[in-house]
């Protein structure tokens, strides 16, 4: 079965931290591309972070310095390392795994910053 599964969410104090988990299954994990995207309320979804199989990665300008993405490909896990936090980083965030040839999608796991 191909399935990713999003863990680590929850509620987090401003300028806390949590860390999120996506575990792959039914893919050839090493192959993809590992993106973290997020969806606050009424608004769009935003590309959050991303890493190739081969371990470059990427995270967007307004994220940057505060939070990391990696991945363990024996686990067939990404991770996404968030510091920090602030209370617009409240949504949504999803997890993609993408090759040129298939893409597929999380369901999503809440995160939300408040004190």
């Known amino acids: 079965q191909v399935l990713l599964r999003e863990s680590g969410g929850g509620l987090v104090q401003p300028g806390g931290s949590l860390r999120l988990s996506c575990a792959a299954s039914?893919?050839?994990?090493?192959?993809?591309?590992m993106n973290w995207y997020r969806q606050a309320p009424g608004k769009e979804r935003e590309l959050v972070a991303n890493?190739?199989?081969?371990?470059?990665?990427n995270v967007a300008d307004s994220m940057k310095g505060r939070f990391t993405v990696s991945r363990d490909n024996a686990k067939n896990t990404v991770y996404l390392q968030m510091n920090r936090m602030k209370p617009e980083d409240t949504a949504v965030y999803y997890c993609n795994a993408r090759t040129t040839a298939w893409g597929i999608w999380g369901q999503g796991t809440q995160v939300t910053v408040s004190s």
């Open positions: 890493i190739t199989g081969g371990g470059t990665n």
């Open positions: 039914g893919v050839n994990f090493r192959i993809a591309t």
